[in-house]
Structure formats: C-alpha cells, structure tokens
Antibody
C-alpha cells in the first residue's frame, strides 16, 4: 500500500551525527518532492527541509542550514536526512512527508525519534 | 516571516455539536497556500483541507474550511469522539518556506 516508513532515529550526543532514511512504497516516488518535518516532544510541527522530485533542488529552514543535508535515491525509493553537529534543540520525532503542488504534505510516515542528549 | 496563530488553544465539546477553529496569519496570505492537518495522539498528521476550503481525499463532509487574507477557519460539524485531536493550519511562504500554527487541541467528551 501507499506508505512512508522512517528509520534511523536514536539517542546521540550533542555535536555528533545521525542519518535518517524514509522508504517509500505504493506510489511513483520519483514523481514527488519530499520533505522532512519534525515535532519536538509535546510541541507543534516544524518544517525542516524539502527536495525536488529529481533531487535538483533543496531548501532548508535556517536553523539547520549547513548542518543537515536532504537527499534521495529514486532508484531505491528512499529519502535521506543527514544530520551533523546535532544540538539538544534538534530532539524531535522526524517525519518524512510527500509534497503536493509544492504547497502541502499529503502523505506522512509514522516518524522516527531523534534524541540529542549527553 | 508569516506567523500563523491558532485559537483557542483547547476546545471541548460534546458529540453532535459543531466546532470552529481559527487560524490567523500575521500578514495576508494566499488561500491557495493554506492547509489544515489533524493529528491524533501517537499518530502522524493527516491532511484534512488544502487551498483553505478543499477537502483532501477521504475526508468526510463534516469538515469544511473557509477564509481569506489573514483569517481562516476550520469547521467540524456533528462532532464525533474520533475527532478528538490536535489541528494545525499550515502555509507556504517564501522563508522558511513552510510554517505551521501552534495547534488547537479539540476534546470531544
């Protein structure tokens, strides 16, 4: 069925790195832009990054620019988020989400929890 | 940066009643860029409305959206216990490209 499944979360010390993956199935992954959206514990939703359907462009929120890298492998139907120089404020559930019309998110994964702690 | 402010923070209703949730933008935004999401505890968000007033696939007609400029509304009629969730509005802007409101928690008792 149509779904997104994130993986790679865990506990990491401040300053270290972590890589997240999002496996897509049930739809033509290469036709869609993809996003990462995060949610700190007990908080609201915060957009993190987007990558175009063909990987040609990507954009980030200011607080993660230069530290996070979004990428994709359309041959493997997989989205990635490489997170470097992690900070306590990066602690959150990270969701991958499918883009619609470069405006909305119409399909979400269940999320993977990243905890940045000494 | 466009800030979306949702009010009230929490709403409580009985089944069968109607709820009205508000989303106010700090500056005028295009209604085409405004969406609403529902998030139940422990679950991922689900797209409810897009373009301010269009229902996403599979969303019952008890849900409706309206508004323009800076004021947008999500209305849920004939409330059911399963409607208990946090509701977020979301907008596409130039930077940081996509923003969310802080959410309104809806309780159905």
């Amino acid at each position: 069925q149509v779904q997104l499944v994130e993986s790679g979360g865990g506990v990491v010390q401040p300053g270290r790195s972590l890589s997240l993956s999002c496996a897509a199935s049930g739809f033509t992954f290469s036709n869609y832009g993809m996003h990462w959206v995060r949610q700190a514990p007990g908080k609201g939703l915060e957009w993190v990054a987007v990558i175009f359907y063909d990987g040609s462009r990507n954009y980030y929120r200011d607080s993660v620019k230069g530290r996070f890298t979004i990428s994709r492998d359309n041959s493997q139907n997989t989205l990635y988020l490489q997170m470097n120089s992690l900070r306590a404020e990066d602690t959150a559930v990270y969701y991958c989400a499918r883009d619609i019309a470069s405006l909305y998110f119409d399909l979400w994964g269940r999320g993977t929890l990243v905890t940045v702690s000494p | 940066e466009v800030v979306l402010t949702q009010s009230p923070g929490t709403l409580s209703f009985s089944p069968g009643e109607r709820a009205t949730l508000s989303c106010r933008a700090s500056q005028s935004v295009s209604s085409s860029n405004l969406a609403w999401y529902q998030q139940k505890p422990g679950q991922a968000p689900r797209l409810l409305m897009y373009g301010a007033s269009s229902r996403a696939t599979g969303i019952p007609d008890r849900f409706s959206g309206s508004g323009s400029g800076t004021d947008f509304t999500l209305t849920i009629s004939r409330l059911e216990p399963e409607d208990s969730a946090v509701y977020y509005c979301q907008n596409y802007v130039r930077s940081p490209l996509y923003t969310f409101g802080q959410g309104t928690k809806l309780e159905i008792k």
